[in-house]
């Protein structure tokens, strides 16, 4: 998967929770989860990140999500890319 896409759960019509998936293999799997603020980031076993959890999605800010994707030598996205958590 070569491109991050957001996957939003949602709980009686609102985003509950949401995960930002970063560019992987089908096999990746979390070896270890970093909290940085009020994220959670998976790594592989080799320290590369496979995504981000938003355990609380009130509030997301584009701008935080990048300062944080710049951090992991990420693209940044676009704050359209995060709409689906203020769309209910």
Not at 81 to 87: E, I, N, S, V, Y
């Amino acid at each position: 998967m070569g491109k991050s896409y957001l996957e939003v759960t949602y709980r009686h019509g609102k985003p509950f929770a949401a995960y930002l998936y970063l560019p992987r293999s089908a096999n990746d799997r979390s070896a270890r989860t970093e909290r940085r603020g009020s994220f959670l980031i998976d790594y592989r076993s080799d320290g590369r990140a496979i995504g981000i959890e938003f355990t609380s999605v009130t509030g997301v800010d584009a701008a935080a999500v990048n300062h944080v994707l710049k951090d992991l030598d990420q693209e940044a996205v676009a704050a359209t890319d995060l709409a689906p958590l203020t769309a209910a």
